[in-house]
């Protein structure tokens, strides 16, 4: 059989199974394992056992289950709230306030949890109530709710860059480190747009009030105070790796520590948190592992049919093309995020265009970066994108209409962030290029 129509078919019955309500981990596995029998036979449990093997020993994703731990500690414990109230202080008196406090308090817990979902309900749950009841504009306070949640999957920590690196075979902490630049300017993207909206028609932000006990000098030490104990997390994380101190696994370990320390700082740790914390980081590990072993066989199913090398011929003739292969590779990534689940679809592309970065010649951190840009903005792009449905669980009277409808500005922002990175690679390569190794 010809390695384009294994190729095909494969990627037609992932689609299909993706589609069909299938759980992701169990579509993936079940059909990378009936394709390898198929074209092998029963030799193919040989391919199929060394794949897993080869998946579990890879150190550097020991990095998932403790960047996952430490966020659900922050969150079963409660001290996020602390975040949100430090923030509401340091802000000050500015019209649009709640808005301008929804994308920092994003920023600052990208850098605490990589979960974009979890975000946007935890923010949903929070803030939005919040600005419904002070007579913000809806579909802006939406929009700046599900586009400060997706900034968590590119500021470090990231689960999602972690997988990709790993699969990509490039450095994680680099991977990681680059999100901090593109992701700062998202910020002041979004920021910026917010302004320019509120300025021209104030009335979508009625009031510039600031907390209680937040006013004055004395109000502004105690945000700072408040805030503190984050900088224990943070530093560990993104301090450790961009100094070459710690490698990204050291350094989730370091943060998983910081997040202890910080609930016990916040007086809300507990026992009882702790071991529901370690149960759902355990579930939630054990099917991104199932999922890893399963793209990493494909990806050896690839090389064993010969569709590798047929890849990086193809990406040959168009070396000379370079920016319209990457106007072609992440224009496939866009139009199907709209439809698939964004992790699925990196599984199935990842194994596909890593031959094609290679005989392309692209700086393989920049294009990845790019690559996770758009899989972050599939996530608010309708019409299944999931940090859409994120928050649409925690406000069920806002309908699904109105939720599409203010998630299209802040895409169009995602897509000049993308373009601008694309035109100055340095703004995901520069942070990069000054680590130790």
Request: with cysteine; hydrophobic share 60%.
């Amino acid at each position: 059989m010809e390695w384009w129509a294994i190729l095909s078919g494969s990627l037609i019955l992932l689609l299909a199974a993706f589609l069909s309500g299938v759980p992701m981990f169990i579509g993936f596995l079940v059909i990378n394992i009936a394709t390898v029998l198929t074209i092998v036979g029963p030799r193919g449990f040989i391919l199929v056992s060394n794949s897993i093997f080869d998946s579990v020993n890879i150190g550097a994703l020991s990095a998932i289950p403790l960047f996952i731990l430490m966020g659900e500690i922050l969150t079963r414990s409660g001290s996020v709230e602390n975040l949100f109230r430090a923030m509401d202080g340091l802000i000050g008196k500015v019209r649009g306030r709640q808005y301008v406090l929804t994308i920092l308090v994003s920023v600052i817990f990208g850098a605490l949890s990589g979960a974009a979902m979890a975000v946007a309900a935890m923010l949903g749950r929070s803030l939005f109530p919040t600005m419904m009841a002070r007579n913000y504009d809806l579909k802006l306070s939406i929009g700046a709710i599900m586009a400060g949640a997706s900034l968590a999957p590119i500021i470090p920590p990231s689960v999602l860059i972690v997988i990709v690196a790993t699969l990509a075979d490039v450095s994680i902490g680099k991977l990681l480190i680059s999100g901090v630049g593109p992701g700062l300017v998202a910020a002041v993207l979004f920021l910026g747009y917010i302004g320019f909206r509120v300025m021209r028609n104030p009335a979508l932000s009625p009031d510039a009030d600031i907390a209680e006990d937040a006013k004055g000098w004395g109000g502004k030490l105690r945000s700072v105070i408040l805030m503190l104990p984050f900088s224990i997390i943070v530093f560990s994380v993104m301090g450790l790796i961009l100094l070459g101190i710690a490698t990204p696994s050291e350094a989730a370990a370091t943060g998983v520590l910081g997040s202890i320390v910080v609930s016990m700082v916040y007086r809300s740790f507990s026992i009882k948190m702790l071991l529901e914390a370690l149960e759902n980081a355990v579930f939630i590990t054990a099917m991104i592992m199932a999922i890893v072993f399963s793209s990493n066989l494909f990806g050896q199913l690839l090389a064993f049919t010969g569709a590798t090398r047929h890849l990086v011929e193809l990406g040959e003739v168009f070396a000379g093309q370079p920016y319209m292969v990457l106007a072609v590779l992440l224009g496939i990534v866009f139009i199907m995020c709209m439809f698939i689940d964004q992790i699925a679809l990196m599984l199935i592309l990842v194994p596909i265009y890593q031959p094609l970065v290679q005989s392309t010649g692209f700086d393989p951190i920049w294009f990845w970066l790019l690559v996770l840009l758009n899989l972050t903005v599939g996530g608010m792009t309708p019409p299944f994108g999931y940090t859409m449905f994120a928050f649409k669980a925690t406000a069920p009277q806002v309908s699904l209409s109105d939720v599409y409808k203010a998630s299209w500005p802040f895409v169009g922002l995602f897509i000049l962030l993308m373009v601008l990175v694309a035109i100055f690679p340095p703004i995901a390569t520069w942070l990069p290029s000054l680590m130790n190794g």
